[in-house]
């Protein structure tokens, strides 16, 4: 038999029965494509939608000023990199925006990767050692799980613990013989649920027990923190945070990752991570984007504390019309819908909604607990009090009609 030919009789075809029958139903939630700029108000065919789906946290996608300096550097280095950092890929850009990333985070070095994902993976799986342990919070994100499958450490030593629950992870500390190593790995800001990790705690946990920690800062840095430098910087525990990792492609409008910490760490990642060594580096449009951005929010907190101001008003007009809204401490704000075919039509009636129709993201297991499926949506620092105020009403609409309140 050749080898593609089970996909034409196992389960791969049921997906593409399933991806069909939804695509007909008009409830297929994924790839819908947008056909403006991302903003507060996007294009998709003929209509205009709020974007309530966005990770465009700061809206820096739309700033004057960022996109000169990506056209800027296109003109000066051209479209792309064509090669590894570690050999012909490095451009003063990216060594630049290492050094400006370790000032701006208080750590004493920076390496970047292509995208999060990568960074994720290719720490995680340099840094754990056959003999180390892992102990990772039960909602971290895939590129964590994925970066922890691909090291070299067993598989009875993953621990895992209960979302943002500090006795279980205490438990889970317990469990490790003393004097092995053990690495504490949460989010700052959780994805799904916009929970903040108790980081006062968790250094507390790790001193006690002699852990590191690996923070992945994705959805907090811009976000969370004085002039957004992260959740170590919220907690003023910077120095407690060995390794603090982050995103380009939500606050900074760009695509690429980081890792921040001691140089040791650093230029062992450099020198390790298969992710960057085969991998391009990040193309120079892509780079300048994220100065420009650290330009900004280096002197201006404005777009931080706008966003802040329409989360806290998003927030309120949910839970004044009755939605359930989870434990969200941050601009990510859950709707919390607990049954997946619920989500996938109020996620497909929201969109066929008129004249003004609102796009979010529906997440259903294992992106998330069976029986917490819910519509994730998030703030952007360019929205109107009109805007936020026409989403909410928006949503309750349906959320009535759906009887999801
Ligand atoms: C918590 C977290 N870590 C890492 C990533 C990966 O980032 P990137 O989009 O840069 O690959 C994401 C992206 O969704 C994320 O939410």
Redesign the pocket.
Known sequence: MNFFEKYTNRAETELLAQVNFAKEQGFYPYFRELHSEQGPIVRMDDREVIMLGS?NYLSMTMNPQVKEAAKRAIDKYGVGSTGSRLLNGTMDLHVQLEERLAKFLGTESAVIFS??????LGTLSCLLDKDDWVVSDQQ??A??IDGIRLSRIPRDHKLIYKHNDMEDLERCLKQIPKGEKALIVT?GI??MEGTIAQLDVITELAERYDAGIYV?D??AVGVLGPKGRGTPAYFDLEDKVDVV?G????SFAS???YIAGSEVICEWVKHRARSIIFSASAPPPAVATVLAVLDIIEKDDSYQKKLWENSKRLLKGYQDAGFDTGESQSHIIPIIVGDEMTTFFFFKELLEYRPRSVYTNPVRAPAVQPGRELLRTTCQAAFTKDVIDEAVEIMATVGKKLEVI
């Open positions: 990770n995208t999060g994902m990568q960074a994720n971290n994100h590129s964590i989010d959780f994805s992945d994705a959805h990792m995103t380009f492609s939500k695509i690429g990752g």
